[in-house]
């Protein structure tokens, strides 16, 4: 089992390149990427969108990824050659003007505005999009290290209110039969206080057999065993589980609803309170899982 909260960050440097990946990942329904790289590895997305696609399938991902090339073929210095000779002549004639001599420098042209630029040399795609997969790599490594750690205390914490759901599951079956008992008694008690001492027995035998089929919650109770003995298996099984869990989550909500509803009895609906209240942590929790 995995959470979707993790983490990683790892930076490496080879051959004069260095290359930073930083992950963070929270709760998602579906897989959710926003990736931010330097404008100039735009050609690298794609890739690494595939990448974490195929580690991953649910859960919001930022992405940073920073790059610093500090090879001696990094950059270029270009010379305008025609904006020197421009200002050569733009001297020339304003020596001839006023009469001042015209003594510049190669060094003094060279500092004249955009005489010399520095423009950034086309970066060698395979060489970066090697580097980048392998960073990320790593770094997805160390955020799903994070996701299997938080999953397996989510794990411990969803079993003990699966547990406890469990033993209110039982104690509402225990109870169940006796509800059609105390309804036939309570039935008598009345007809007794109203003077009716000698009413029909088949007739009430047959009010006491309506009340069970229609308070009757067998079912509801079996469906809940069933889902409850499914999330012990998606616990144990796969990594993966967070729909399937939700869903059966879902489920467990709609049969104690439908217990509290039919079973007509106040020991029951205290303890189809405390079943939901378990529920709702149960789905708290498995909003987070993969």
Known sequence: MRSMTGYGRVQ???????M???MKSVNHR???LSLRLPRHLGFAEDALKRQIGESTKRGHFDVFVTYRNSRADARRVNVDTALAAAYRNAFEALAQATGAENKLT????????????????????????????EVAGLALRQLDEMRLREGAAMKKDLELHLGLLEDLRQRIALRAPEVPKQYRDRLLQRMKE????GADPVRIAQEVALFAD???????????DSHIRQARILFEGEAECGSKLNFLVQEMNREVNTMGS?????????????AKSE????????????
């Open 30 to 32: 579906f897989l959710d």
């Open 194 to 197: 109203l003077g009716a001492d």
């Open 214 to 224: 229609h308070a009757a919650i067998d079912e509801e109770l079996a469906r809940l």
């Open 106 to 133: 190669t060094a003094q042209y060279a500092a004249l505005p955009d005489v010399l630029t520095v423009s950034e040399c086309e970066e060698d795609q395979q060489a970066v999009s090697a580097l980048l997969a």
């Open 262 to 274: 039919k079973a007509m009895d106040s020991d029951i609906a205290a303890l189809v309170v405390e």
């Open 279 to 290: 529920i709702e942590k149960l789905r708290e929790q498995i909003q987070n899982v993969e």
């Open 20 to 22: 930073t990946v930083e």
């Open 12 to 18: 490496l440097e080879r051959d004069g390149r260095e």
